[in-house]
């Protein structure tokens, strides 16, 4: 690490997150460097695709600042895609325009499962730490940044199914038909994950997050054993402290509202939530034991100016005053959601959050 | 109605559903007149495309008896769509192979919305009821007949999307920026369900389920408003007792696990489970007002035979003894999916949940 602001000017991130106290609820977006933004796809068209975007550390740290020129956003996120681990295992990510991610190799048979490799981070993924050490320097202690992986159980989906899927058949079949198999996979990217990360803190990220995008189309008893108990797994590898701070870890499962209760069990410091749950709700039953990060509806971002604002004083008010609450929306910002509006919503956050704030 | 038996031989589905004493849990499944039989794709291809099965009185009622001659189901389920309504509205109902649903005309503006009638079902949407007079008859009363619609805020998010959607803008846009809109449009759809279903009734189903297919794709506030208000104007519109018995009324939000206190408020006799809730805990929320129904994970029918009897035992463990429970999958049964499996899975309820029902 090379961070020459030693000093984070902006910590109600962090603070948040700890549940301390805070001015105002600071925010975010997920995929807040992302294709709404014009300056986004002007240096995406410059990197060629996707991935070779991901992999220059120059480009990847101009699009993650962009959208902080634009907005008082109070964190950054490392600039990379949920599918670096599996790619580095050899399985062959691409993009196909309008498809999604896919991989050239699946992964089904116990030897399929035998042959990956658990990637060294520092030299097989070195391309996205030298984005966080580039993007770290370059934010000069503004905000935090933050680092990310897949879930172990979300990026066996498209490990199994070779890319996105709709239905889910073939890791479901795993899991149910030949459960140790799928208990060997994940084990093996569980691994993966908490080196992943804990190069990522090595190297700068001063938050990470997981993302479970898959994890709600399971029962609940199938999340806990396939989805959840690997999260816990690797919350309990991470490096939490670094620089002299707590490194935060933030898990959020799409579709996990009817599992808080064991999201906070596993030790992490804050649950994201998806816009389907209420977070009032949410607050009266983990609220005493991790900070909340969420939750409005994207979709909410193609309605006018004043009901966005209206949205997120319900939100604020359904939250309630104190501390541990980061807003963010429920799910990734979409393509084409005007950046006008974006702004509306941050700074609708910062203003009508101070109020609950005066403890 | 012309039923030649007015005597149900088998009522264990009626009597669950009212939360009466059953021999065994009473089982069907979503979809089960449907495209993984190869005897359904025979007829299917002998009709020409699939509305022209739905139109076919005689096909349709060979569909719908199809899943009862091979296995031991103890319900019947009327063979239709559920965007019959907007077809009879006049949107131009098609089914692009691979693409799902399509309608030719989308419903967006005021004047749209306006413009759309509300049909008179028997006599706009008659080739329903006499599917329903025929699969009537042809039953003869060995099991009851289920008729069903989808719900106001499902069929709105076709008509005004113009077909199946992933991130359902155009009708979020709609409820977030134009509430009014939205409103005028679910109120017209609510009252077209009432009368199809009413329609239905009077025809000879013996039971109704409203479809609620993405009710769970929403913030729990814009639920309730825009899907459940609606979906409980319904119930209250429905005629109750015909033939001397009660008919119960079953509703189902796929995604509405979040909600079940709400949704058992609505009046309605039993609430569906997708596969992602605990029906135990379901039980012990809402199961001193309502029966539940589910829940299977449809993926596990393509799991083995021992599995699948191994994850009904669960199921019915999690439920546990006494009344109220109809065994169904968390939602349809998918076209991929072995018939002997599905046989397994039927016979497994009727085997395993005996013991539960001795009080």
């Known amino acids: 690490m090379t961070d020459t602001s030693p000093v984070l000017k902006n910590d109600r991130f962090l603070r948040a997150l700890l549940r301390q106290p805070v001015d105002v609820t600071p925010v975010w977006m ?10 986004y796809r002007a240096t995406r068209g410059e990197a060629g695709d996707f991935m070779a975007l991901c992999k220059n550390a120059e480009l990847a740290c101009e699009v993650t600042l962009q959208p902080l020129r ?9 600039f990379s895609d949920i599918l670096t681990i599996p790619d580095a295992m050899g399985l062959g990510l691409y993009f ?15 030897a399929d499962i ?45 490990m199994v199914e070779g890319g996105s899927s709709r239905d889910f058949h073939n890791i479901k079949r795993m899991i ?11 084990d093996k990217i569980a691994l993966s994950v908490i080196d992943y990360l804990n190069a990522q ?36 590898g991470l490096i939490r402290e670094n620089e002299g701070r707590r490194v935060p870890v933030i898990l959020f499962t799409k579709g996990g509202g009817q599992w808080l209760a064991d999201i906070a069990d596993t030790g992490c410091d804050a649950v ?18 991790v900070a909340l990060q969420g939750n409005m509806d994207p979709s909410m971002l193609f309605a006018n100016p004043a009901r966005i604002r209206s949205e997120v004083a ?36 910062h203003e009508l959050s101070a109020k609950y704030h005066q403890g």
């Open 96 to 110: 196909e325009a309008g498809e999604g991610p896919r991989f050239r190799k699946t992964v089904r048979t116990e």
């Open 70 to 78: 634009r907005y008082a956003l109070d964190a950054a996120i490392l």
């Open 176 to 186: 149910y038909d030949t459960p140790e198999l799928a208990h060997a996979l994940l």
């Open 272 to 289: 994201g939530l998806d816009w389907t749950t209420d977070i009032g709700q949410a607050r009266a039953q983990i609220g005493g034991r």
């Open 114 to 158: 035998a042959a990956l490799p658990i990637p060294e981070s520092e030299r097989d993924l070195d391309y996205v730490m030298k984005a966080v050490k580039t993007i770290r320097r370059a934010l000069g202690g503004s905000v935090p940044l933050i680092g990310f992986s897949g879930s172990p159980w979300t990026l066996a989906t498209y």
């Open 314 to 349: 319900l939100i604020l008010e359904s939250f309630g005053p104190g501390e541990g609450h980061v807003f963010n929306l429920g799910h990734g910002i979409d393509q084409k959601v005007d950046p006008a509006h974006a702004g509306v919503f941050i700074d609708a956050v």
């Open 30 to 39: 997920m995929r807040q460097a992302g294709r709404y933004l014009p300056e």
């Open 201 to 236: 803190i090595r190297a700068g990220a001063q938050v990470v997050q997981i993302f479970d995008t898959w994890g709600g189309v399971l029962p609940g008893h199938a999340y806990r054993e396939f989805s959840l108990a690997y999260m816990q797994k690797i919350v309990a």
